[in-house]
């Protein structure tokens, strides 16, 4: 950082440009809502069905702070044709998600090809424009039902 404020200084600057900026906010988010996950996901000795309904718990209280969504979606949908590397941070959390629904899988003792961590996942995020797009205050609870049914089909 410079000693000496310069008028024509930005906050892209500090950060070496716009797309600097988000990159650094997105990998923090990310950072931060795995934490928060993983810290639910600590509390629940259940089984595979238990710890996918924490991750939608933590995601309930992670909403709580993000009236405007998920902040990965909204940074694909500004900036998915002009910044590839703002697009490998966002398609990298999603991926956490959908192995983190794998991981709940296999410890809860579900054998799983990806499939249907795939579809807890979609559900996740469908459960996240619902809440908050959608003005849905009914989306989580329809995301726990859904998710119960599919590991139970399991």
Same mark, same amino acid.
């Given at each position: 950082?410079? !000693?000496?404020?310069?008028?024509d200084? !930005?906050?892209?600057d500090r ?11 997105l &990998? *923090?988010r990310?950072r931060?809502?795995?934490?928060h996950? !993983?810290?639910?996901? =600590?509390?629940?000795d259940? *089984?595979? *069905? ?6 939608i ?6 909403? &709580? =702070?993000? &009236?405007r *969504?998920?902040g990965?979606?909204?940074a694909y ?8 590397? =703002? !697009?490998?941070?966002v398609?990298?959390?999603k ?6 629904y794998?991981?709940?899988?296999v410890?809860g ?18 459960a996240?424009i &619902?809440s908050t ?5 009914y ?9 119960r049914?599919?590991?139970?089909? =399991?």
């Amino acid at each position: 950082f410079p !000693t000496r404020r310069s008028p024509d200084l !930005t906050i892209y600057d500090r950060f070496g440009s716009k797309e600097g900026l988000v990159l650094a906010y997105l &990998e *923090g988010r990310a950072r931060r809502w795995q934490a928060h996950v !993983t810290e639910h996901l =600590a509390q629940v000795d259940g *089984g595979a *069905g238990d710890r996918a309904l924490a991750v939608i718990d933590a995601l309930e209280s992670w909403l &709580e =702070a993000a &009236e405007r *969504g998920c902040g990965f979606v909204n940074a694909y949908a500004e900036l998915s044709t002009s910044s590839e590397r =703002a !697009t490998a941070v966002v398609r990298a959390e999603k991926q956490w998600m959908r192995e983190l629904y794998g991981r709940v899988l296999v410890e809860g003792g579900i054998d799983d090809d990806g499939s249907l961590a795939r579809q807890l996942a979609l559900v996740h995020e469908g459960a996240i424009i &619902e809440s908050t797009a959608g003005g849905s205050s009914y989306a989580l609870d329809d995301a726990r039902t859904a998710m119960r049914a599919l590991i139970e089909s =399991a």
